[in-house]
Structure formats: C-alpha cells, structure tokens
C-alpha cells in the first residue's frame, strides 16, 4: 500500500526568506505526486503535481517542488515566503492500483512571520 | 462556473441520529470521493465511486454509507453507527480520462455531533 510522510507538523519561515515543506513518499510502481494547500474551514486546492519528466515541477502561486526517486521525496518549495501563504499544506500520492485514489500526509502548518 | 457544491456547511446532530451530507459536481467528471479530516491526521478515505451506480469502501468506511444514482451526485450518510461523526468531511471528483488523477475539492461540511 501507497504512503505518505510529512515530517513537520510546522514550519517557521520570514516573510521573504525561502521556504520548503517536506514530504516523502512510499509507492510501488511509478509515483503520481500531488501538493494541496488548504485554508481554514475550506477545501483543498491544488498547487502541483508530479506525473514524469523534469524533476522540477512549476505550480501555482510561484510555489514548485523537487521529485527525487532517490529518495522517494517530493519537498514543496517557494524562493521568498509571502505572509498570506502562511495555510496547511498536504502531499498526497496517487494510489496505482484499481481505486485511483489519493493517499494523503498528516498535513504541515506554514506559518510565515512578517 | 463548474466546481463541486457541498452542502450544508455546517451541520449539528444528536447522537443517534443519520444525517446526509450533499456533493454535487458540474464538471462532467466520472469519479468521485468522500474523505474525512480530522485535526493532525490529514485526510482519510471513506468512499469512492469511479461511475454512475458503482461505489468501494475507502479505509474507513464503517458507519457511511453513500449512493452514486446520477453521474452528478455523490451523497454520503452518516450514520449512526459511526462511533465519532465530528468531523470535516471534504469531497472531491477527478476527471479520469485525463489521465493525471488530480482532486478538485468542495468547500467541505463540517459535522458536529452534540
């Protein structure tokens, strides 16, 4: 079965300063990546994903993430931190089997300071 | 605009009692799923229906209940064989012929059980 591990139940990060979330992941077969951002008493919205090719993967709201096979992570990350993307973050990975359904980390909190 | 309609927002209930929660999608996507978040656990699979009158069990199906009689809509029942129904309850539709497998997500009802 397809896991997911997000490490930090918080980050801490200036406002400007770079920020990366982490996430790493247990799949057989190819991974299917996937990071949501989700604000509170709302749904989730998605930021990115990782399907094949560049390991660098460009999302939403100048957010990307780094798909290493190496070591199974998929760490989400933005060059200079902005107050209002202080949310709750979760990676999830595409289950390859028959339900096609995502399995989701436990979520990290951002928080970033002005 | 297309997206996916949950209702209601907020729900309160007494112990006992079932309660339908609505999931309604206008993006013409076949599948469809029912999660359940609860703080720190990320969220958690009960539900999912990939076509119309066709649904499997997630992780944590016991004490739902659903019904997929229209392509449209995804219904889940709480009922009240569900030992701790507080919760948030998210539900999401995906575009299978995409083939990439992301999530889009409602708004999400939360569920208070007085």
């Not at chain 1, 709302?42 to 990115?48: A, I, T």
């Not at chain 1, 390991?55 to 902005?82: C, D, I, R």
Request: aromatic letters at 12%.
């Amino acid at each position: 079965a397809q896991s997911v591990a997000q490490p930090e139940d918080q980050v801490n990060v200036a406002e400007g300063n770079p920020l990366t979330v982490k996430c790493t992941y247990s799949v057989s077969g190819n991974p299917y990546l996937f990071w949501y951002v989700q604000y509170p008493n709302r749904g989730l919205q998605f930021l990115l994903k990782y399907i094949t090719g560049d390991n660098l993967v460009k999302g939403s709201y100048g957010f990307e993430a780094e798909f290493n096979k190496s070591q199974t992570s998929f760490h989400l990350k933005k060059p200079s931190a902005l107050v209002s993307d202080s949310a709750l973050y979760f990676c999830a990975v595409r289950d390859n089997g028959g339900r096609r359904a995502l399995t989701f980390g436990s979520g990290t909190r951002l928080q970033v300071q002005p | 605009d297309g997206g996916i309609t949950q209702s209601p927002k907020y729900l309160f209930r007494k112990e006992g009692q079932n309660v339908t929660l609505s999931c309604e999608q206008n993006l013409n996507h076949d599948a469809m799923y029912w999660y359940r978040q609860d703080p720190g656990q990320g969220l958690r699979l009960i539900y999912y229906s990939q076509i119309v009158n066709d649904f499997q069990k997630g992780d944590i199906a016991e004490g739902y209940s659903v019904s997929r009689e229209k392509k449209e809509s995804f219904p889940l029942t709480v009922t009240s064989a569900q030992k701790n129904p507080t919760a948030f309850y998210l539900c999401a539709s995906s575009n299978e012929n995409s083939g990439t497998g992301e999530l889009f997500f409602g708004e999400g009802s939360r569920l208070t059980v007085l």
